[in-house]
C-alpha cells in the first residue's frame, strides 16, 4: 500500500509507543510486529497433503489490507493470502496444521498446532505467502523460538515471556491519507529513526493530479463560456425570429419583463434538457469506469454525490439565465406599433 510506513534496520518500540502511533490523527492502522527471522510458519492442508512456507503478519481490526474482512480471533484463526491459499488448495473455514521449529541445545525441536482459515484475501490486498493473525500468536511463536515456554498452546521452555518486558523491533503503520504519509516521515527523520515510504512517487501523483486540474478547470471555463455564448446567441435569434408575436404580445399589454421571462423560460427548458442527457450520459460512464478501473470492493474510480448533480443544476439554469437576459435584451426594442399590423 502507498499509505504503508516500514521502519528500516531493527529498532526497539515498546507497545505503549506503538500504541500512541495508532492514536495519532494522521495514522489509520498501526501494530507491533515481532522479528521477521521468527514470523514464518510451515502451514500443511492435511486433506490435500500440500505445504507452503508462508510469513506471519500481525493484524487487527482497522487493517487496510483485510478490507472488509473480518480480522481473526484468538490464536487458532487466520486469514491466509490469495497465493498462499492457492498453494495450499485452502479456502474459509478449512482446518490446518501449523509447524514451528527451533534450535536448542544443538537440538532442532518442533511443535504443531492447529490453525483455522477465517478468510482469504484477494489477491490485489496481499500478493506474497502470507498469514495474518492476532499479534498474541506471532508473540507465542517469538516467545517458543527464544527458547521461552508457551502455556496457552502448551509448549514447553524455560520461562514463559510477559507484555511487561517485551520490546518490538517493527511495527506496521499506514497513514490516514497521502497527504499524511509525509508528515509522519517528517516525524520519523526529526527522531532519526530510517523509515521507507511512497512520500516522494505521492508528490509526483499530487503535482500531476494539480497539474490536471488546473487543466480541467482551464477546459471547464472555455466550455461554458461557449455555452454562453450560444445561448445568448440562440435567444438573440428566437427574439428576432419571434419579433411579430412578442411585438402582438406587447400590443396585448405584456411589459418588457414579462417578454425577458419568455426568452428566459425558453432557455431554461433547453438548458433542464440538455442537464438531463448529460446525467445519463455520465451515469452510463460512471458504471463502465468503475467497472474497468476498481479493483478493491467497496472503493470507486468515479461517483458523483446527490449534491454534486444538485450543484451541476444550479449552476446550469444560473448560465442558462444569464446568458438568455443578456441575449434577450433586443426584447426591450420592440415597439407595439410593430405588431399593428399583424393584428
Do not use: C
Not at 498501526?30 to 500443511?44: D, H, N
Not at 432557455?267 to 460512471?286: I, N
Not at 478493491?296 to 443544476?313: D, I, K, N, Q, T
Not at 437576459?325 to 407595439?336: F, M, P, S, Y
Amino acid at each position: 500500500s502507498v499509505r504503508e510506513i516500514i521502519p528500516l534496520g531493527g529498532g526497539r518500540f515498546r507497545a505503549d509507543f506503538i500504541d500512541a502511533l495508532g492514536q495519532r490523527p494522521d495514522v489509520a492502522f498501526a501494530i507491533a510486529r515481532t522479528r521477521q527471522i521468527a514470523a514464518t510458519a510451515e502451514l500443511l492442508l492435511p486433506a490435500k497433503g500440500r505445504a507452503v512456507t508462508v510469513e506471519m503478519l500481525p493484524t487487527a481490526a482497522g487493517d487496510p489490507l483485510l478490507q472488509q474482512v473480518p480480522p481473526p480471533q484468538g490464536l487458532q484463526q487466520v486469514v491466509l493470502s490469495f497465493t498462499a491459499a492457492e498453494k495450499l488448495g485452502a479456502a474459509a473455514g478449512d482446518e490446518l496444521q501449523a509447524s514451528f521449529s527451533r534450535q536448542q541445545a544443538g537440538q532442532v525441536q518442533w511443535r504443531q498446532t492447529r490453525l483455522q482459515v477465517a478468510a482469504v484475501l484477494p489477491l490485489t490486498a496481499f500478493e506474497r505467502d502470507g498469514l495474518f493473525a492476532s499479534l498474541a500468536l506471532l508473540e507465542a511463536v517469538e516467545d517458543y523460538r527464544d527458547g521461552r515456554g508457551v502455556p496457552a498452546l502448551g509448549w514447553p521452555g524455560e520461562g514463559a515471556g510477559t507484555d511487561a518486558q517485551r520490546i518490538y523491533p517493527a511495527f506496521r503503520l499506514y497513514a490516514r491519507g497521502l497527504a499524511d504519509v509525509e508528515t509522519l516521515r517528517t516525524y520519523f527523520a526529526e527522531r532519526r529513526w530510517l523509515v521507507s515510504t511512497q512520500a516522494a512517487q505521492i508528490a509526483q501523483v499530487q503535482a500531476l493530479s494539480r497539474n490536471l486540474d488546473l487543466l480541467f478547470w482551464i477546459i471547464t471555463s472555455l466550455a461554458v463560456a461557449g455555452a454562453v455564448a450560444a445561448v445568448a446567441a440562440g435567444a438573440v435569434a428566437a427574439v428576432q425570429r419571434k419579433q411579430r408575436e412578442l411585438a402582438v404580445l406587447r400590443l396585448l399589454g405584456f411589459g418588457t419583463a414579462a417578454l425577458l421571462l419568455f426568452v428566459v423560460l425558453q432557455a431554461l427548458y433547453s438548458g433542464v434538457l440538455a442537464a438531463a442527457v448529460a446525467a445519463a450520459l455520465y451515469l452510463l460512464a460512471e458504471q463502465g469506469l468503475n467497472r474497468i478501473f476498481t479493483q478493491v470492493p467497496g472503493e470507486y474510480a468515479s461517483h458523483l454525490l446527490p449534491m454534486h448533480y444538485f450543484v451541476a443544476l444550479s449552476a446550469v439554469l444560473l448560465a442558462s439565465t444569464a446568458a438568455a437576459a443578456l441575449g434577450g435584451w433586443r426584447v426591450t426594442r420592440i415597439d407595439a406599433s410593430q405588431g399593428i399590423r399583424d393584428v
